[in-house]
């Protein structure tokens, strides 16, 4: 599995921006799927994340109410719509898969995923 991120930028506090996460190589509707990112100085931290049913989504205390994670399987691409975006959600944001069906559960650490896309860099001014 290939996992491609896209859609980063720069936007001003409190925009909006679109994150894509197309994976190729294997259909991926019956993985954990999952939106990471790494802030400068800091440590990788979940974001956002689907179970491997894709009935269970789960987000960070920090993007709850902002950020609405998606995926449509027909076309194999995960999505992170990002609303009023403030400076502190500076990062690059990674997208990963994991192979582990586990249903409804959600995998947060990033060590229980397999695939990582390659990151893509969001600037939020102020």
């Known amino acids: 599995v290939q996992l491609q991120a896209s859609g980063g930028g720069l936007v001003q506090a409190g925009g909006s921006l679109r994150l894509s996460c197309a994976a190729s190589?294997?259909?991926?509707?019956?993985?954990?799927m999952g939106w990471f990112r790494r802030a400068p100085g800091k440590e990788r931290e979940i974001v956002a994340a689907?179970?491997?049913?894709?009935?269970?989504?789960y987000y960070a205390d920090s993007v709850k109410g902002r950020f609405t994670i998606s995926r449509d399987n027909a076309k194999n691409t995960m999505y992170l719509q990002m609303n009023s975006l403030k400076p502190e959600d500076t990062a690059v944001y990674y997208c990963?898969?994991?192979?582990?069906?586990?249903?409804?559960?959600?995998?947060?650490?990033?060590?229980?995923?397999?695939?990582w896309g390659q990151g893509t860099l969001v600037t939020v001014s102020s």
């Open positions: 990963a898969a994991a192979t582990r069906r586990l249903g409804k559960l959600i995998l947060v650490g990033g060590e229980s995923y397999d695939y």
């Open positions: 190589g294997r259909t991926f509707s019956n993985y954990a």
């Open positions: 689907f179970s491997s049913s894709g009935t269970t989504t």
